[in-house]
């Protein structure tokens, strides 16, 4: 069986100018920063196949509320079932449902992935008509998708655009994280205004992908 390609060594070191923004933005941000001088915000991309737009997608719908780690392990299944590579969105939409089943993927995932390749096989989304639009734009292409949500479309955002200014409100791991770096007495909500310099800021993704990464969480 073909071995999936991977993205090696292709992550490249954070924004030097969001490093430099949050290293006199916020003093927490600073001493992470500071802790991890090699920080690379890609790094845990390293070993996923190339992912374009649709193959971010199928890795944002696979990881909903999985870690990242059950997350690689449904998309190596994917590529297993498509003959070592993310199928097209054409090809996904050639395949009965059952072979996202066996992929480990729900059925309600399954369908809101046939919906997304529909949507990409008629041409209302593509890499260049998403990477033309706004980010409040793509979120509302994306999240008129039934089964797509702020999660998936911010997820979105930052790993196929790496858009600079994306947080993730929902995220749990991201939560986790910030409440262990700012000493905090509990994670915070989506409901709460983040009391956080850093995530206030045009360096938002750079703050959010240094969080999880800097306090051992692994999150995308």
Not at 10 to 39: C, G, N, Q, S
Not at 106 to 131: C, H, P, Q, Y
Request: charged residues 25%; glycine residues 6%.
């Amino acid at each position: 069986m073909a071995k999936p390609e991977a993205q090696i060594g292709t992550a490249a070191v954070a924004d030097p100018k969001a490093r430099e923004f949050l290293l006199k933005a916020d003093p927490v941000m600073a001493r992470l920063i500071e802790a991890h001088p090699d920080f690379r915000p890609r790094a845990w991309m390293d070993e996923l196949p190339l992912l374009d737009a649709f193959g971010t997608l199928v890795f944002q719908v696979g990881g909903q509320q999985l870690s990242v780690a059950a997350t690689r392990k449904i998309l190596s299944r994917v590529v297993e079932n498509f003959g070592g590579r993310l199928p097209s969105p054409a090809e996904l939409l050639a395949v009965d449902a059952q072979v996202l089943r066996d992929s480990g993927m729900s059925a309600r995932k399954g369908a809101t992935l046939r919906a997304i390749a529909e949507r990409f096989v008629d041409r209302r989304l593509s890499d260049e008509v998403l990477a033309g639009m706004s980010d409040d734009e793509v979120e509302a292409a994306l999240t008129d998708v039934p089964g797509v949500g702020p999660w998936t479309a911010h997820g979105f955002l930052l790993i196929a655009l790496d858009r600079p200014d994306v947080f993730f409100p929902g995220d749990l791991a991201l939560r986790r994280a910030i409440e262990r770096a700012y000493g905090f007495d509990h994670a915070p909500t989506e409901q709460e205004p983040y009391p956080v310099p850093g995530f206030l800021t045009k360096a938002t993704s750079t703050a959010a992908r240094l969080s999880p990464d800097a306090t051992t969480t692994n999150c995308p």
